[in-house]
């Protein structure tokens, strides 16, 4: 079999450890020379539903996923109903005919369908998530992915001794009981190299956590809220290990305030959150705009409005997280699209709030957050920690906002000799103080107002200097350009190489931060475009408001997707082909 | 530290007779009688006339949004647990907007003194009622005659229903005392609450300096009284009419929050540092 990506899916109902399986055969073959996507899907429920996992496997670097399925795992009924048009052909389908019926009509000719007697393999009393360790010595039969891959990790995933044991004589016994049964169908299509380097599986939210403890983030405040929470609870788990404190709050208003406190006292501080709970926190970002105080959030979209979709994904707070309370003042927002941008970019963004003391948000969504892909060690050896203008005791008189030429001044941390100051949420002159029923104060304050509101913006030259704004792929003279922003990267480079091997000319400019707003850098791609295509997942076309107002261009034509599901490379190739030909 | 170390050269913008000015002065008495150390210490304030109060103080302030104090203040506390924290605001800035916080920040008892100035009425916008106006109280937002209509918050109740472990009451027209029960309160090892009862002389016509007075008694003059006996407290607390019981109503020591975290045994967060922090391990537990 001549593939260059081969799919698996396994589905079923929470409690069958369907992305547990999932991510054994993904890490399996991150340790063996392979290259993973593992992409899951889950309604907001505890128990029941349809979970299900999906995972890319490629002898090269994955970005992006399809749902032609080569491997079907079934734990439920429902998971059947819901994939079996998605078969590619040829595809192995394994179930227990116990708990699901297959309507042979339904799925591609040439399907091959494999019943396994799955449940019956545990031993009475065991626990119905073993069922995944049978599937999975049923996959190693059938496939030919090899045993001994699964169960080196699960040797390493399950610290409890007797489970491992248990689950690895599971898998044992139900691949042993397929072979018997098996002429030859190894269709697993990649050579595992036993020594390979290993490669992380890492998600969004992990590269973004571990990018905060790099950048020496010791405290992070939050309130749970899908798909932001997991960084929330990645900070909480390793927390006592890096001397970082997490602090569940009663809300995200406590939240983000808690975050602002111990950033005015001193400590790098990190918040996790998704729309909604962004919507609460929107009070203080103005705040801390307005007394200059650094200040990281994670927005992590899913759908909405409102409570929306918790579990599934959108593009769809772009507008509202860069317009974000009242007033104007001049912010960062950062949309990673990748594994590798979500830490480097996480890192740097610590040292941007600090340099200059405005509120950083990076904004995801829940695809990024949450699927997980292969990813070489992060390279740290250059990374520096820059803590931006600090006051030093001999500055006296000490002026917590002097106005400066960069509209930087040097910060002040309670606990400083010579550094006492007021920070608040007024609008306030040099040294801080408000006060309209002030005499002196009063007199001055249509230029107190000008001043301070010049202050912010004054940052502005140099950040949009210093900030890695956009970037570019592809071809200068391409027939098309993309732009898009995020999460859709992954699946636009992969439809560029498609494009690409069709001999279709396509390039893209990523919109990395998308405030303050790459004017120059992106006007400088529009000259060289023939034609443009917008791509996001919303329904407005929010980066393309932001893009008009910028700089004028109207892209000549959009593709959007709010359908709560990532962008596939496949369809975005047939909207190049449908925008070119 | 001597009391004009404290001062700024900024005259307060409360109305004449304000009780405000009260809480000031004795704040900064007890201040200078702790000779509290004014660059380790930071003042967390709210929104309104009460958190003025951060504008004219020579310490670390941090002026914050209505009803916010509390969470900035624990940011603040977790951050360096070195620093004394006092967190000041209205009654509606801690009773409304900040009743979530206040909840929260009590039964989590971190170290922060929180000192709430109680004129049951909003003042700095000009006359609406408070969650602690009394019944019929006619304000701006709560006509005659019907007057307000909802039970108002008794602070010191909530403080010890939720587990504030320093519960006091005071009344800014005796001075002495209240700037003896701040001091024990700054003092205090976890989370101590005042409620300060005080006047707003321009919108608030019932809640005198006289019907105070009239009504203020010392609580450890009445009969019965044991500040570690949590259900007499909560008995003294009932008493709002013809006798307000004033002075220190419970205290009580339990771990606080910042206590309970091995991450702060060593130095302050603020303090370590974070240059060449080393992921390796972080990273290989994702092979």
Excluded at chain 2, 125 to 147: E, I, R
Excluded at chain 2, 163 to 178: D, E, H, K, M
């Amino acid at each position: 079999m001549n593939k260059s990506y081969y799919t698996c899916l396994f589905g079923g109902e929470a409690g069958y450890g369907v992305m547990s399986a999932g991510s054994i055969i993904a890490k399996g073959a991150n340790r063996s020379g392979l290259w993973s996507f593992v992409v899951n899907e889950y309604p907001s429920l505890i128990q029941g539903g349809l979970n299900s996992c999906l995972v890319r496997l490629s002898n090269k670097p994955i970005t992006a996923y399809e749902e032609t399925i080569d491997f079907l795992g079934l734990f439920s009924q429902q998971a059947f109903d819901c994939y079996a048009d998605k078969l590619s052909p040829s595809a192995i389908v394994l179930y227990d005919a116990a708990t699901t019926k297959i309507d042979a009509t339904k799925v591609p000719e040439g399907t091959l369908l494999c019943p396994v007697a799955l449940a019956s393999s545990i031993p009475k009393g065991g626990a119905k998530i073993m069922i995944n360790s049978a599937m999975l010595g049923a996959f190693a039969a059938f496939t030919g992915y090899p045993k001994q891959v699964l169960i080196d990790v699960m040797k390493t995933e399950f610290h409890n001794e007797k489970v491992q044991q248990e689950n690895i004589q599971i898998l044992d016994e139900v691949y042993h009981l397929v072979m018997e049964t098996l002429s030859s169908s190894k269709v697993f299509p990649f050579p595992f190299e036993p020594k390979a380097e290993p490669k992380m599986l890492i998600n969004g939210n992990e590269a973004i956590s571990i990018a905060a403890i790099k950048a020496g983030c010791k405290f992070s405040a939050g309130y749970p809220m899908t798909p932001g929470s997991s960084v929330l609870s990645y900070l909480a788990d390793h927390g006592a290990e890096y001397g970082l404190v997490f602090k569940q709050a009663e809300d995200e208003i406590a939240a983000i305030n808690m975050l602002i406190g111990a950033s005015f006292a001193g400590t790098r501080a990190i918040g996790s959150t998704s729309g909604g709970g962004f919507a609460l926190m929107v009070e203080a970002l103005g705040f801390a705009a307005q007394a200059e105080i650094p200040l990281v959030m994670v927005n992590a979209q899913r759908g909405g409005p409102s409570t929306g979709l918790p579990t599934r994904t959108a593009q769809a707070d772009l507008n509202f997280v860069v317009h974000a309370s009242q007033g104007e003042f001049p912010r960062i927002v950062l949309a990673p699209g990748d594994i590798e941008e979500c830490f480097y970019e996480t890192f740097r963004i610590f040292n941007l709030a600090d340099t200059y003391q405005v509120p950083c948000i990076i904004l995801t969504d829940k695809f990024l957050a949450d699927s997980s892909v292969s990813q070489l060690p992060f390279a740290t050896d250059s990374l520096t920690i820059e803590r931006g203008k600090l006051f030093e005791a001999k500055e006296q008189p000490y002026l917590r906002y002097e106005n400066t030429p960069d509209g930087v001044s040097a910060r002040a941390i309670p606990g400083q000799v010579g550094g006492r100051h007021i920070a608040t949420s007024y609008t306030h002159g040099e040294d801080g103080f408000y006060s309209s029923g002030n005499k002196e104060y009063a007199l001055n304050e249509p230029m107190v107002t000008i001043n301070s509101m010049d202050k912010l913006y004054n940052k502005l030259p140099a950040m949009e200097k210093e900030i890695p704004a956009i970037k570019f792929y592809g071809p200068p003279n391409a027939d098309l350009t993309i732009i898009a922003w995020g999460s859709t990267k992954g699946a636009i480079l992969e439809a560029m190489e498609l494009a690409a091997s069709q001999n279709i000319s396509v390039n893209f400019l990523q919109i990395l931060y998308i405030s303050p707003f790459p004017i120059t850098a992106t006007e400088l791609v529009l000259q060289q475009a023939k034609k443009t295509l917008l791509i996001e997942g919303n329904k407005t076309a929010q980066l393309g408001s932001i893009l008009r107002a910028n700089t004028g261009h109207k892209t000549d034509y959009t593709f959007l997707k709010y359908n709560s599901r990532a962008f596939l490379p496949s369809e975005i190739l047939a909207k190049i082909k449908e925008v070119l030909f | 530290m001597a009391a004009h170390d404290i001062n700024l050269p900024y005259v307060p913008t409360w109305c004449a007779g304000c009780g405000d000015y009260g809480i000031f002065m004795a704040l900064k008495k007890a201040m200078t009688s702790l000779n509290l150390d004014l660059e380790q210490t930071v003042l967390a304030t709210g929104i309104g006339c009460s958190s003025k109060i951060g504008q004219y103080m020579n310490t670390y302030r941090i002026e914050t949004l209505h009803g916010r104090s509390l969470p900035v203040a624990t940011g603040v506390k977790l951050a360096n647990h070195n620093l004394t924290v006092i967190a000041e605001g209205g009654d509606g800035d801690g009773m409304g907007l900040g009743m979530g916080h206040f909840v929260h920040t009590a039964r989590r008892n971190i170290d922060i003194t929180y000192f709430i100035h109680n004129n049951q009425i909003y003042g700095l916008t000009k006359g609406q009622s408070s969650p602690t106006s009394d019944l019929g109280a006619v304000t701006k937002f709560t006509p005659a005659p019907l007057g307000n209509v909802e039970h108002p918050i008794n602070i010191v109740k909530m403080a010890l229903n939720v587990g504030a472990t320093f519960v006091a009451r005071a009344f800014v027209g005796n001075s002495t005392q209240l700037v003896s029960l701040m001091e024990q309160a700054i003092s205090h090892p976890g989370f101590a609450v005042i409620d300060i009862l005080q006047p707003c002389v321009s919108f608030n016509h019932t809640n005198t300096y006289q019907w105070y007075q009239q009504r203020a008694k010392p609580i450890e003059e009445m009969e019965g009284y044991d500040p570690a006996d949590l259900e007499k407290a909560l008995i003294f607390a009932g008493l709002w009419g013809e006798q307000i019981p004033i002075g220190l109503y419970y205290q009580t020591l339990r771990p606080t929050f910042q206590d309970s975290l091995p991450q702060l045994s060593h130095q302050p967060l603020a303090q370590q540092k974070i240059d060449n922090i080393d992921i390796t391990g972080l990273m290989q537990k994702l092979y």
